[in-house]
């Protein structure tokens, strides 16, 4: 269905007159027809590690670590870390700890300073203001993040673990949370987050008649055992890992060699973590659980460096890619023998046509890679836990062969040697590596939080350091422990204090308020069929939604005019709004008072009844149409279900 340009504006007119009372309790957001960009929040009594993390550490990554960093220290100054730029350099100490015009780092970034600092460069003053507030902030609270105790606390599950540590970080921080949401609100975040879509009214209306003090409990629960949490899982974790497809026939390919079957079983039987990890990096269908998991390295078609730097957010939790002609330049744990080491992990694996299964040799693929001082170093698989994959390298001068008595079975066609380079990785990776735990524990909680405790989430390095170190560590700790149990750790942290707050104006790294967060395409098109009335499966419509808005868990959040074009043409959401039998516009327009229609429509798009405001205007709307009442229906629904609202995690 395509609309006039009077029609689109139409639609526009009623985004902003139906979502206008919910948007003052949004500031942040900017309705493009429901599209929202993310503002920047600023921070406010953050203490001096926040400051670092969150303001210094940036500005100086772009200004002066150049000079002053892991590479190359001048005048022996070193502004990489907090206790780094403590030391001071070759003159002496640069900062005095609560004194900034005392300090010699604040004093030679003003404008009439001498020497001037950076070099031929002028800092903003809201930039030099940032590294004064630093420097003032060290004599009210700690430099950097105390680390976490060799022992991890006690506490009776993970809700209250989250809610202790989180609670002791805004105790430090002098932030005072927003308060609880209502059930109703909450009822729908979980039911985006868990089940991927919005609750029916009688969902809804289930949850809010169970006793209030299991209810949450009781819901999450049985969430967790749906179908729903299974296919909402599997849709989260094979963008994460595989990347959003561009193309109808790649998805195609992952449906039909069995990756989106193996992930979805993974989910349902809830495996432990590391395993579904060792599958994905072994590549062997010898099992039921393993089968479709070799479409992860099938589908990079034999570029080992892609699938190096797919595989090390999963395993380390962070990109090595910067680390690929040289030591990361800030991050100092990643080495260049890092990056070539985990190429070398796979540079014996092939793809076998007319499948999906990749193939091992049993010898070669000894590369050495080059630094930046043209010196030539063996490639050999080490892995940033410390741990070394052990194998016998040859001589230079000594040909291997590539005998039979080296395969497991060697008139198999997919022949697996005795000594698989692939598998070591695998075991060395999955098994005793705390960095596996850490990567999946942050990602999770950036996609039901909205923010990593770590961020960005795959960026879990020596530059970004986590909010709440104590709390990453315990839950990384925990789900260890717990034979990497997936359901536990969800569970939780949608049942903790943090989940059920409401929006505020907190920074974004304290956690003291619910983040603004847009709804992923999948999200967004299967609660459109909630709304209709018609829930069954339509890939039709996800297909079209994902496509216009194909975004999963973005840094920064910024809308296109296609995307807006597309809320307001989309002829997917016009084929569901259109009468019919069993939808929706149907049974509204069947219902005598039109004020009965308005509350019905707010309730099923929106779980909540209408102020009296919103159901004055969809009165007035549907008064407007008296003889196309359809009509007057459908555009009342299309409006709210392209708003900001709805589009919005509550």
Not at 417 to 436: C, G, I, V, Y
Request: with cysteine.
């Amino acid at each position: 269905m395509r609309f006039s340009c009077d029609t689109e504006a139409y639609y526009i007119s009623l985004s902003y007159r139906f979502t206008a009372t919910r948007v003052k309790m949004r500031p942040s957001f900017a309705i493009i027809i429901g599209v929202l960009q993310v503002a920047l929040s600023v921070a406010q009594g953050a203490d001096a590690a926040a400051i670092w993390s969150s303001q210094i550490q940036p500005l100086f990554d772009v200004h002066c670590v150049k000079c002053h960093g892991p590479i190359e220290q001048k005048s022996g100054l070193d502004l990489d870390t907090p206790e780094a730029v403590l030391k001071g350099g070759d003159e002496g100490l640069v900062i005095v700890p609560g004194k900034p015009l005392e300090s010699r780092l604040y004093k030679n970034l003003l404008a009439d300073s001498d020497p001037h600092m950076p070099p031929k460069k002028q800092l903003t003053d809201p930039q030099i203001k940032s590294v004064k507030d630093w420097i003032a902030a060290m004599a009210e609270g700690p430099v950097t993040e105390s680390k976490p105790s060799a022992s991890p606390r006690q506490f009776d599950s993970v809700p209250q673990a989250i809610d202790v540590l989180i609670s002791e970080g805004w105790e430090r921080r002098g932030v005072q949370p927003s308060s609880a949401t209502d059930d109703a609100t909450w009822c729908r975040r979980v039911y985006l987050d868990l089940a991927g879509r919005i609750p029916t009214p009688a969902e809804l209306a289930k949850f809010l008649g169970d006793p209030e003090g299991t209810r949450r409990q009781t819901l999450v629960d049985q969430i967790l055992g749906s179908e729903d949490y299974v296919v909402r899982m599997r849709e989260l974790w094979d963008v994460i890992l595989m990347g959003r497809t561009k193309r109808d026939a790649h998805e195609d390919r992952r449906k039909k060699n069995g990756w989106w079957s193996f992930l979805e079983n993974a989910f349902s039987t809830n495996r432990p973590w590391n395993e579904t990890v060792r599958d994905v990096l072994t590549a062997r269908s010898n099992s039921d659980e393993a089968k479709g998991a070799s479409w992860f390295l099938y589908e990079r078609r034999n570029d080992h460096q892609i699938i190096a730097e797919a595989v090390a957010p999963v395993v380390y939790g962070t990109k090595i890619d910067c680390a690929q002609c040289h030591d990361h330049p800030l991050a100092r744990e990643i080495k260049q023998a890092h990056y070539w080491g985990l190429v070398a992990a796979f540079n014996r694996s092939k793809n076998i046509e007319g499948g999906s299964a990749v193939s091992e040799s049993a010898i070669g693929g000894f590369i050495n890679f080059t630094n930046l001082k043209k010196e030539s170093q063996p490639a050999v698989v080490r892995l940033m836990n410390g741990k070394s994959v052990e194998e016998t390298r040859p001589e230079p001068e000594q040909k291997e062969e590539d005998k039979e008595d080296r395969y497991i079975d060697p008139k198999a066609k997919n022949r697996v040697p005795k000594f698989s380079r692939r598998a070591a990785f695998a075991d060395a990776a999955t098994l005793e590596n705390p960095l596996l735990a850490r990567a999946f524990v942050n990602r999770m909680w950036a996609s039901l939080i909205g923010r990593g405790i770590v961020h960005p989430a795959d960026e879990m390095n020596a530059r970004n350091a986590p909010s709440h170190p104590k709390l990453l560590d315990w839950l990384s700790n925990d789900f260890a422990t717990h034979r990497h149990d997936v359901r536990r750790l969800v569970r939780g942290i949608v049942l903790s204090r943090v989940y059920g707050l409401s929006s505020g104006n907190a920074t974004p790294e304290s956690f003291a308020a619910s983040l603004e967060r847009p709804l992923s395409g999948e999200q967004i098109s299967r609660s459109w069929r909630i709304v209709s009335g018609l829930p069954a499966a339509d890939d039709t419509l996800r297909r079209a939604v994902v496509g216009a808005i194909p975004d999963l868990l973005p840094k920064e959040y910024n809308a296109t005019f296609q995307q807006a074009q597309f809320l307001a043409n989309s002829s997917g959401l016009g084929d569901i709004l259109k009468p019919s039998s069993s939808n929706t516009v149907t049974r509204l327009v069947a219902l005598h008072e039109v004020s009965a229609r308005v509350r019905d429509a707010f309730l099923t798009v929106h779980s909540r009844p209408p102020d009296a405001e919103e159901l004055g205007q969809g009165v007035n709307l549907l008064r407007d149409r008296p003889q196309q009442p359809a009509e007057g229906v459908r555009d009342l629904l299309w409006a709210m279900m392209t708003s900001a609202e709805f589009l919005t995690m509550p």
